[in-house]
């Protein structure tokens, strides 16, 4: 079946670094990828999404490229923030039935710590 | 526009009992899907409703159910708890429909069985 997989944390940087989450999929068909954030005590927030190959999603200085050649949907960003502290979720569109998307599968989350 | 909001926010129940959750989606909203967070399996989905019909279903035993009524609020409902099903419970809401399906997350309702 569909399944992501991110790169375990916790990761701890210090502001100002450049960030590099990791996330591959295994998917038949042509989900749809995101990636998620909870910050502590909330719920998920999306925080950027790409719904076919070679799409770039970017929100608040992340980025992320859907990657078909290599099933990755890597999150990036140039110079991260104490602010950006949090778990993030990379998920993948499960298609149901009758077309729909309302399974989305994640992977385990990675936890940042971003120290002043 | 008001977000995703559940109710209620922390729950505390004994094993054998059985707890019931809500969930209001943003208006306009359809599908309401409910996930399972625990620190162990991660996130895991349990089922989405779409019209008041449930539309998917995931691997969960049938203690695990739910309903949505025509204003498109859902509730989940969790039978002869067990010590296990401790966790944090997130019902996300989306048009379902369309390419562009985006879910939209509530803050979850954290359920603690002793």
């Known amino acids: 079946g569909n399944s992501v997989t991110q790169m375990e944390g916790p990761v701890t940087l210090s502001e100002e670094a450049f960030l590099t989450i990791n996330c591959t999929y295994t998917?038949?068909?042509?989900?749809?990828l995101f990636w998620y954030v909870q910050y502590p005590g909330e719920g998920l927030q999306l925080l950027l999404k790409?719904?076919?190959?070679?799409d770039k999603g970017s929100n608040k200085g992340f980025e992320a490229t859907y990657r078909k050649e290599t099933t990755s949907f890597h999150l990036e960003k140039g110079s991260v923030q104490v602010s950006d502290s949090a778990v993030y979720f990379c998920?993948?569109?499960?298609?149901?039935?009758?077309?729909?998307?309302?399974?989305?599968?994640f992977g385990k989350g990675t936890k940042l710590s971003v120290k002043p | 526009k008001a977000g995703v909001t559940q109710t209620p926010r922390y729950l505390i129940k004994t094993r054998g009992q059985q707890v019931t959750l809500s969930c209001s989606p943003i208006s306009g909203h359809r599908s309401v899907s409910w996930y399972q967070q625990t620190p162990g399996q991660g996130l895991q989905f349990l089922f989405e409703?779409?019209?008041?019909?449930?539309?998917n279903k995931g691997n969960f035993p049938g203690r695990f159910s739910g309903r949505q009524f025509s204003n498109s609020r859902s509730e989940m409902n969790v039978s002869t708890l067990e010590l296990g099903d401790s966790a944090l419970y997130l019902c996300?809401?989306?048009?379902?429909?369309?390419?562009?399906?985006?879910?939209?997350f509530g803050a979850g309702t954290r359920l603690s069985v002793l």
């Open positions: 998920a993948l569109s499960d298609e149901g039935y009758g077309g729909s998307q309302g399974n989305l599968i």
């Open positions: 998917a038949t068909g042509y989900p749809s």
């Open positions: 409703y779409f019209s008041e019909t449930q539309r």
């Open positions: 790409a719904t076919k190959a070679d």
């Open positions: 996300a809401s989306s048009t379902g429909t369309g390419l562009e399906y985006i879910q939209y």
